[in-house]
């Protein structure tokens, strides 16, 4: 548990190496990544941190500032520079997938590279949006976190976990890891509320300064994703970025790194020491252009 800048800020630490940092989305907290196994994965050859962002897991999330993704990005960067952690490479999943643009964007020669994963990057209307904003707001929703939101966020959890899992099932190993009353806690009610309610406009914000991005990108998304369009989203910011590759996995919805972790390994791996990703976007997808080696080896890249 790290006390960074006025908050209670909680990370696993795994392994030895080059330096990964992994970031989850909302709902969640830092063990999605341990029930996924991708933590185990990449430890074996790096030095592994994951983070429960603020107000998810055992993190706090004060009320002095927006914890927009700019914001949680700036403090995950004073925690890592508290840690001694130099040029990582930065994973971010969904929500995460924000934050880690904006640490990308606003500390470049900060890390290595990003590793984006069923990532939100351009403003499109979101249902959830509207429907969690209320439970944001001060005083109200302080009342409907502890009363109304919170009876439908039990009764709806399951749900929701298996929307984010379509069309793969839901495999036992999340239950079994990640709590279902730390998921459905007030405090983490209103991050996922707050987090929501910023995504149209952050989304917009950050899409406008893509042209920024100067660090290598490795973006994966899954065919069938049904929370994140991967055409509008994921193929558009490769289209956008130069030095990005692109993985897209058939048959996977938004939880990518249950159905392959092995691809998102591959996909940190091409990221080498110097920055630099062993193949560039033109040489990343699909049809008649090659993808990394790696993914090309367990047959994964579209």
């Given at each position: 548990?790290?006390?960074?800048?006025?908050?209670?800020?909680?990370c696993v630490e795994r392994g030895a190496g080059s330096p990964v940092v992994l970031l989850h989305g909302n709902t969640v907290s830092h063990r999605d990544f341990e029930a996924?196994?991708?933590?185990?994965?990449?430890?074996?050859?790096?030095?592994?941190?994951?983070?429960?962002?603020?107000?998810?897991?055992?993190?706090?999330?004060?009320?002095?500032r927006l914890w927009t993704p700019r914001a949680q990005g700036a403090l995950f960067k004073a925690a890592l520079a508290q840690m001694g952690v130099e040029r990582p490479v930065?994973?971010?999943?969904?929500?995460?997938?924000?934050?880690?643009?904006?640490?990308?964007?606003?500390?470049?020669?900060?890390?290595?590279?990003?590793?984006?994963?069923?990532?939100?990057?351009?403003?499109?209307?979101?249902?959830?949006?509207?429907?969690?904003?209320?439970?944001?707001?001060?005083?109200?929703?302080?009342?409907?976190?502890?009363?109304?939101?919170?009876?439908?966020?039990?009764?709806?959890?399951?749900?929701?976990?298996?929307?984010?899992?379509?069309?793969?099932?839901?495999?036992?190993?999340?239950?079994?890891?990640?709590?279902?009353?730390?998921?459905?806690?007030?405090?983490?009610?209103?991050?996922?509320?707050?987090?929501?309610?910023?995504?149209?406009?952050?989304?917009?914000?950050?899409?406008?300064?893509?042209?920024?991005?100067?660090?290598?990108?490795?973006?994966?998304?899954?065919?069938?994703?049904?929370?994140?369009?991967?055409?509008?989203?994921?193929?558009?910011?490769?289209?956008?970025?130069?030095?990005?590759?692109?993985?897209?996995?058939?048959?996977?919805?938004?939880?990518?790194?249950?159905?392959?972790?092995?691809?998102?390994?591959?996909?940190?791996?091409?990221?080498?020491?110097?920055?630099?990703?062993?193949?560039?976007?033109?040489?990343?997808?699909?049809?008649?252009?090659?993808?990394?080696?790696?993914?090309?080896?367990?047959?994964?890249?579209?």
């Amino acid at each position: 548990m790290l006390e960074v800048d006025g908050v209670r800020l909680h990370c696993v630490e795994r392994g030895a190496g080059s330096p990964v940092v992994l970031l989850h989305g909302n709902t969640v907290s830092h063990r999605d990544f341990e029930a996924s196994g991708l933590i185990d994965r990449l430890a074996r050859h790096h030095r592994v941190i994951a983070f429960d962002r603020p107000g998810f897991g055992h993190s706090s999330r004060p009320r002095d500032r927006l914890w927009t993704p700019r914001a949680q990005g700036a403090l995950f960067k004073a925690a890592l520079a508290q840690m001694g952690v130099e040029r990582p490479v930065v994973l971010g999943h969904s929500m995460g997938s924000m934050v880690a643009m904006a640490i990308g964007l606003d500390d470049p020669a900060g890390v290595r590279g990003l590793v984006l994963i069923g990532g939100y990057y351009y403003p499109s209307l979101r249902v959830d949006a509207l429907l969690t904003a209320p439970a944001a707001l001060p005083v109200l929703g302080d009342v409907m976190r502890y009363t109304v939101t919170a009876l439908s966020a039990r009764l709806l959890l399951e749900r929701l976990v298996e929307t984010m899992f379509m069309p793969n099932d839901v495999p036992a190993a999340f239950w079994d890891v990640l709590s279902r009353e730390m998921l459905v806690r007030p405090v983490q009610i209103r991050a996922n509320a707050e987090d929501a309610a910023f995504m149209i406009g952050q989304a917009k914000a950050s899409s406008e300064r893509h042209g920024e991005l100067r660090v290598p990108v490795a973006i994966i998304a899954g065919t069938d994703d049904v929370v994140v369009d991967v055409e509008a989203h994921s193929v558009h910011l490769h289209e956008e970025l130069q030095n990005s590759s692109l993985v897209v996995l058939p048959g996977a919805g938004h939880m990518v790194h249950y159905v392959a972790p092995e691809a998102v390994v591959a996909a940190v791996n091409t990221l080498q020491p110097d920055g630099m990703p062993m193949s560039a976007s033109s040489d990343s997808i699909p049809a008649t252009n090659e993808a990394p080696a790696e993914l090309q080896a367990i047959g994964l890249a579209v």
